[in-house]
């Protein structure tokens, strides 16, 4: 029988943009596809065009080893809608690797929370991007400590729909990010403050101050 191979787009190592290990070094494994389509999409190579190489799950994790990181970060696109995606992070974990899965909040995430050493950074989908309808709300159920909810904002509607997703599900690890170019991040500063959202954190996309917003790998 055939090797199940996984659709590719790139494995680079590089310091963690954003979420809950921001500025730590990490090697990214971007998987291409999304059940989504973002208005404000900044991987939109990931998810159009056929722009990936398919890899086995072995062939991954010997990429993994070259760079010498236990921490991995699965990206996409979707990572979670790729077929046999379990198997790929049964491997990682296996191996030692600590997993941080970018989930965009249209899939379930409750058959990954068992891992102890698997990360689930969930991104709540705010009005903005036109996909809000997609989000999957029993996923708050499913939320450990461990975890983080992510909420990418550009706009003072956007922000008031995070505080109410925050506020309804009881979240203490909620994240409020700027769309890039779209919104102050003194803004968000503003309003976390005014309606005391003590328990959220303002967090900016670093990789795009450190380097070219449109560069990839990095």
């Not at 590719?8 to 971007?30: A, C, Q, W, Y």
């Not at 903005?128 to 499913?142: A, H, R, Y």
Request: aromatic share 12%; proline share 5%.
């Amino acid at each position: 029988m055939k090797e199940m191979t996984y659709n590719v787009v790139e494995i680079f190592k590089s310091v963690e943009g954003e979420g809950k290990r921001v500025g730590l070094p990490v090697t990214f494994v971007r998987l291409y596809g999304c059940n989504l389509r973002c208005s404000y999409c900044d991987t939109l190579y990931g998810i159009e065009g056929n722009n990936y190489t398919p890899m086995t799950a072995e062939d991954i994790l010997f990429e993994l080893k070259r760079y010498k990181c236990r921490r991995v970060t699965l990206t996409g696109g979707e990572p979670l809608i790729q077929p046999g995606i379990k198997h790929l992070i049964d491997l990682m974990v296996t191996n030692g690797f600590l997993v941080n899965i970018e989930t965009n909040g249209a899939v379930e995430i409750e058959p990954y929370v068992s891992y102890e050493n698997v990360l689930i950074t969930l991104d709540y989908k705010c009005p903005s991007s036109g996909m809000e309808d997609k989000m999957i709300f029993s996923n708050f159920s499913c939320i450990r400590p461990t975890d983080v909810v992510k909420f990418v904002v550009g706009s003072k509607k956007d922000l008031e729909v995070a505080e109410y997703i925050v506020r309804q599900y009881g979240l203490h690890n909620a994240y409020f990010s700027p769309v890039f170019g779209c919104i102050e991040p003194s803004e968000i500063v503003d309003y976390i403050m005014d309606c005391n959202l003590n328990d959220v954190r303002v967090q900016l996309q670093i990789h795009k101050f450190i380097w070219n917003p449109d560069k990839r790998g990095v």
